[in-house]
């Protein structure tokens, strides 16, 4: 290497993308490509930020293109942008190191917005599925639970259809939380014996907040064969106990269309008053994170092809309020920060073997990724 301290050009193209490939952190992938122009180059041109995300989480695989959106009043045009062949590398390189330093955060919130439908309703709307929003299972001195419609066959399921609160929502658990009867005789807790999640997308545009509460079981028939999902958990057993029940998926999953199912596998518990199995369910939380401001999707075919969308504005504004989440932990932990940034630069110069390494600044597009 004589000194030059570049191992890209002396490793070779296909041992370098082997070795930078083994990087988990998309940003240690933007510090490799603020190194030098020609590294940054490389990054670039290979799509290594990409190739990051899609190992990370191969349901971004199902992007068909990406569009830069500076505003949300600015009108998305993808396939005829006029950008050379480089600017969309470049722009791939920005979008997917941002979304994937997203999907790797540790904020953790409720992602269900609302409910859609029910595959039956005992009571309607007393026991409507809307009442699963609520996290208790009692509203006003009344109880709230939503209630299947009485079966003699146990082994009849039921499922619960939800929008998330985003249409890219990144989802690692699911809570539910079985009813307990405490009216009735016994105090029955009317619990299923399996659970599954199922995620996907509709097969046709839908707005949840138009129905009106009078067309809603109308509406609950219509929608019932008009999503396509993409994702389909293992089954997890439930136990018939009045509390809110933690399915932690195997993996985070990437609900790319914003829509969850739940699938009550199997019935326990017969009413004394007709002898049939019902299940009634009291809350249930989807855990995550939505993607949204910063990320949206826009639907190519029904297959499950899209666009990914990125706001950088929106991105921007989603960084500045996390910086003012930190910055309430002290300036103890901005220091701890700092340290850790310096040792990761003696490191990578150490690792280069090239002693000082001066660090080309230029691309500020990518200075977010550092912060």
Avoid at 127 to 154: F, M
Avoid at 170 to 182: C, G, M, S
Avoid at 263 to 292: F, K, N, W
Wanted: aromatic share 10%; net charge negative; glycine share 6%.
């Amino acid at each position: 290497m004589e000194g030059s301290g570049d191992f890209i050009q002396y490793l070779g193209s296909d041992t370098s993308i082997k070795l930078l490939s083994s990087l988990k952190d998309p940003s240690d992938l933007v510090r490799v490509s603020a190194v030098s122009s020609s590294w940054r180059q490389f990054v670039i041109a290979n799509g290594l930020c990409k190739q990051l995300c899609v190992r990370t989480f191969p349901e971004v695989s199902s992007f068909a293109n990406v569009a830069e959106v500076k505003s949300t009043t600015e009108p998305l045009n993808y396939e005829n942008d006029g950008s050379s062949q480089w600017a969309r590398l470049e722009r791939d390189h920005r979008v997917y190191a941002f979304l994937t330093r997203r999907l790797t955060s540790s904020m953790r919130k409720d992602c269900i917005s609302d409910a859609i439908i029910a595959s039956s309703t005992d009571n309607y709307p007393r026991e409507s599925i809307k009442n699963t929003l609520n996290p208790s299972d009692r509203v006003d001195h009344r109880a709230s639970y939503w209630s299947s419609k009485g079966e003699s066959d146990p082994a009849v399921p039921e499922t619960l259809t939800y929008k998330l609160a985003a249409r890219l929502c990144l989802i690692t658990e699911i809570h539910v939380q079985p009813f307990l009867a405490y009216f009735q005789f016994g105090f029955p807790t009317y619990s299923a014996k399996a659970v599954r999640f199922r995620m996907g997308h509709p097969t046709e545009p839908m707005e949840v907040e138009s129905v009106d509460i009078d067309e809603f079981p109308a509406r609950q028939e219509f929608a019932g064969d008009k999503f396509l999902w993409t994702y389909t958990s293992p089954e997890f057993p439930m136990a018939q106990e009045n509390h809110l029940q933690k399915f932690k998926l195997p993996e985070p999953v990437l609900c790319i269309g914003g829509i969850l199912q739940v699938e009550l596998l199997g019935r326990v518990q017969t009413q004394q008053m007709d002898g049939l199995y019902y299940i009634c369910i009291a809350h249930i939380q989807a855990v995550g994170m939505p993607l949204s401001p910063a990320f949206d999707i826009k639907m190519v075919d029904q297959s499950g092809k899209c666009t990914l969308v990125y706001y950088p504005e929106a991105a921007h504004c989603s960084s500045l309020a996390e910086h003012s989440q930190v910055e309430s932990s002290g300036p103890q932990f901005h220091r701890f920060s700092a340290s850790i940034r310096g040792w990761e630069q003696m490191i990578l110069n150490k690792l280069l073997g090239a002693g000082t390494i001066v660090l080309d600044y230029d691309h500020d597009s990518d200075d977010e990724f550092l912060a």
